[in-house]
């Protein structure tokens, strides 16, 4: 990260000029300012989504040094709402010495994303600590790099070393960096999508990390199971499928399809992290499906949603269950 981008941020902004709204539970120029001198993890500023801030339901802010992204997920009936919001987040770029604010529009055709303010570096990356990912700020509508996931890349890391891991639905493969940098003694990554697996190989070499004991599948996980089981038995397993996919997955229809697989190549003792991200689904639904699919596996703990990521209903949040395998 640009380091002169590091030592501006502590420039203050004076509370009164940020909208109330956009504060969130805490100024963004508060949250700005607690950037380390030598990296900025990104993260979520402000999250409208959670229903917190009425009026603001439909505006996310995020982080990815030196850029800040904002996305607006539906059409404002006031005219002037995305006006105000943009003024409001380009004082706040340009106080903090930010390189640019790049705006998402989720409701129009495409997700077209521009720059409003300032200027675009060539090369973005999502941060966390030491580690960096490439993502794409426009022109699709994810980055490459969920931000709300950070407590499941958390609970990977403390566990993550001398075991052998298995990362379903890998996408672009943050896990497996996490995993490897925590001293995994092998990461088996997993989706259907080509151009996801090969950002993954990008990130790895991004960290200078090796891919000999690192495996990128390109496979429709519930008919290949064969491939994945043979690399196994896994210590840890990572269980991330979208919540609704037309023609591939269904999360309240296929999730059962995966867990009844898990004695198939978990190792007796292994911990598995199931993800939904489908919020007219609950913990409870993943609890009885287990319980019914796999009883050798019992529930551990729900882990605490990131704070970046309040919701007024903690079911509607995204949900990271641990399990354990012990039959």
Same mark, same amino acid.
């Given at each position: ?12 902004? =004076? ?294 990521? =309040?919701?007024?209903? =903690? ?13």
């Amino acid at each position: 990260m640009n380091s002169s981008f590091a030592h501006a941020a502590y420039a203050t902004l =004076p509370a009164q000029q940020v909208d109330a709204k956009l504060r969130g539970v805490r100024p963004i120029s508060d949250l700005l300012q607690e950037a380390s001198h030598q990296a900025v993890d990104s993260r979520r500023l402000f999250h409208g989504r959670g229903c917190l801030y009425p009026g603001y339901e439909q505006v996310t802010v995020d982080l990815f040094a030196p850029v800040l992204w904002v996305t607006f997920f539906k059409a404002p009936e006031d005219a002037d709402f995305e006006a105000r919001v943009i003024r409001e987040l380009a004082e706040i770029a340009e106080v903090h010495a930010l390189a640019a604010l790049l705006v998402q529009r989720r409701y129009l055709p495409d997700a077209p994303a521009e720059c409003v303010w300032g200027e675009l570096p060539n090369t973005v990356w999502a941060c966390r600590g030491q580690a960096k990912f490439t993502i794409q700020l426009g022109g699709r509508q994810n980055t490459g790099f969920f931000l709300d996931m950070e407590p499941g890349r958390g609970w990977l890391e403390q566990r993550a070393e001398g075991k052998r891991v298995l990362n379903l639905f890998s996408y672009t493969c943050a896990f497996s960096v996490v995993a490897q940098m925590a001293g995994a003694v092998s990461v088996v990554n997993v989706d259907m999508s080509r151009g996801a697996l090969n950002q993954g190989r990008e990130n790895h070499r991004l960290n200078h990390l090796p891919t000999d004991s690192i495996r990128f599948l390109q496979e429709n996980i519930l008919k290949s199971w064969g491939r994945i089981r043979r690399p196994g038995p896994y210590d840890i397993a990572i269980i991330d499928p979208p919540s609704f996919q037309r023609g591939s997955f269904v999360a309240a229809q296929d999730y059962r399809k995966l867990v009844r697989r898990l004695p198939e190549f978990m190792a007796a003792g292994g911990d598995v992290l199931l993800c939904l991200n489908a919020p007219e689904l609950g913990e409870d639904f993943l609890q009885a499906l287990v319980s019914e699919e796999c009883p050798d596996c019992y529930f551990v703990e729900r882990l605490t949603p990131s704070p970046d990521f =309040p919701d007024k209903d =903690p079911n509607q949040q995204l949900k990271l269950m641990h399990f354990r395998y012990q039959p």
